[in-house]
């Protein structure tokens, strides 16, 4: 199974509308991300948390917001989509100890 | 604040032949992470090779090995014998140090599509 998973993979939905992107990870790591990828812009930093009860913005958290339920699970929400927010976005874990961040498969996301 | 520049949108490389993808940081900093992530059709980010600034010398892994040019904050890859499984869009990117200060995010560069011909 895989370490970092996302669901859904790929979701329409339309304008105005409320979604969550959820991520869930088995590598027992405390810090958690989520990036989002547009052409020509490479990855970009939406939250970032370290553990349950430390959330922070990144650099593009304007229209979003998060939970991080669990140390294992942190999700995304977009609280009334736009189209301009049709992207792919990632989750991604890091030990605090190494580093090294792991990502899942992400997800196609399209506002319409 | 850092900065990431991959200023090559496309390469293309024949099989078996060599190829070098250019990144350009900025940073302040002097103890720092450089990444190279291939991202292939199917989306998933996978780490390449990563270069720790305090090492002198430069990263090999395989047929992948960098150029780390630390005075002029470069940081190429370059990928020996290519094959058509290197075929991907390529991520440089950029962590300072992790510490317990630190928000241990990565910061990338724009991306460079490899086409890789047969």
Redesign the interface.
């Known amino acids: 199974d895989a370490d970092v998973t996302q669901t859904p993979r790929n979701r329409i939905t339309k304008t105005g509308k409320r979604i969550m992107l959820e991520c869930s990870q088995t590598k027992g790591h405390d810090r958690m991300y989520w990036y989002r990828q547009d052409p020509g812009l490479g990855l970009r930093l939406i939250y970032y948390s370290f553990d349950v009860k430390d959330i922070n913005k990144g650099e593009i958290s304007d229209g979003y917001s998060v939970s991080r339920q669990a140390q294992a699970k942190f999700s995304l929400s977009l609280e009334s989509a736009i189209p301009n927010q049709t992207a792919l976005y990632f989750c991604a874990t890091s030990s605090g100890l190494s580093g090294e961040q792991y990502f899942g498969p992400g997800t196609r996301l399209t506002v319409t | 604040a850092q900065t ?1 520049t ?1 200023s090559q ?1 496309e390469m293309s490389v024949q099989e078996a032949e060599t190829v070098t993808l250019s990144c350009t940081y900025d940073t302040s900093e002097s103890d720092y ?1 450089l990444f190279w992530y291939k991202q292939p059709p ?4 996978i ?1 390449v090779i ?1 270069q720790e600034a305090y090492k002198q010398q430069n990263a090999t892994e395989n047929r992948f090995s960098v150029n780390f040019q630390k005075a002029a904050k470069s940081f190429s890859l370059k990928i020996s014998d290519s094959q058509l499984g290197d075929a991907a869009m390529y ?1 440089c990117a950029y ?1 300072r140090s ?1 510490g317990s200060s630190n ?4 910061i ?4 460079t599509t490899l086409q890789v011909k047969p």
């Open positions: 990431v991959q949108p992470y199917s989306r998933q980010m780490l990563r991520f962590r992790v928000t241990g995010k990565l990338f560069g724009q991306g």
